[in-house]
């Protein structure tokens, strides 16, 4: 899988890039992430990439001729399945999308920033709009970084154990089970002794019953 981000902040991306699974993902040629610097598509000899909006609105806007340049240039080197946009109005990220895009080839990626792009990048180039959560960021370096490791994750081979993924979280519109390890007692503090039987039918209803109890305290709106 490739994975391109264009971003005016590709310092932001270099160190959750560069370590734990990601890194030995990109080590291992299971994905290529490049992280495009969009000021070098810029004609402007300052090497700017925002301009103020029409309308006097406060504010600086991204500019639609370097976005389009750089995500031209990309395109001419590969097809895409998808050009996503990180904005606080897209659709909301979750791991059903996380598992469907991980299923992808190529993805790009454009960190929103600023006051917000050329509404135009949006209507023309972007196929695909996606947003961590109702709030606010500078940029869309951060959301990229999580949609990037919630897909990378995903991928054959990225984790030791494979299972462990499919385990996760959301991944069955459930919360996890609570999760112990040694030792059994601490301070007085004891490992629920069901996972200590070693009855493996008993101990998976138990993780499921577990699971269950904590979606509908925790979070009842993925039971609906």
């Not at 519109?173 to 301070?187: E, G, I």
């Amino acid at each position: 899988m490739r994975i391109d981000i264009i971003t005016v902040l590709p310092e932001m991306l270099e160190s959750p890039l560069g370590c734990s699974i990601i890194k030995r993902a990109r080590d291992k040629g299971i994905v290529d992430i490049q992280v495009h610097n969009l000021r070098e598509f810029t004609t402007n000899k300052h090497r700017k990439v925002d301009d103020y909006p029409f309308g006097g609105e406060a504010g600086m806007v991204m500019q639609i001729e370097p976005v389009d340049r750089a995500i031209s240039f990309l395109k001419e080197q590969r097809a895409y399945d998808e050009v996503i946009f990180t904005s606080p109005d897209g659709e909301k990220f979750d791991q059903p999308m996380a598992n469907s895009l991980s299923l992808l080839n190529n993805i790009i990626i454009l960190c929103g920033h600023y006051k917000g792009v050329d509404y135009r990048i949006r209507e023309h180039l972007i196929t695909k709009e996606i947003s961590i959560g109702d709030y606010v960021l500078t940029g869309g370096e951060l959301p990229a970084v999580a949609i990037t490791d919630a897909i990378v994750r995903l991928i054959p081979g990225a984790i030791g154990d494979e299972q462990s993924a499919l385990s996760d979280s959301f991944q069955d519109n459930l919360l996890a089970p609570p999760v112990y390890s040694r030792p059994a007692v601490y301070k007085g503090w004891e490992v629920p002794p069901v996972l200590l039987s070693g009855h493996q039918a008993r101990i998976e209803e138990w993780r499921h019953e577990q699971a269950l109890e904590r979606t509908r305290r925790l979070r009842p709106d993925l039971l609906d």
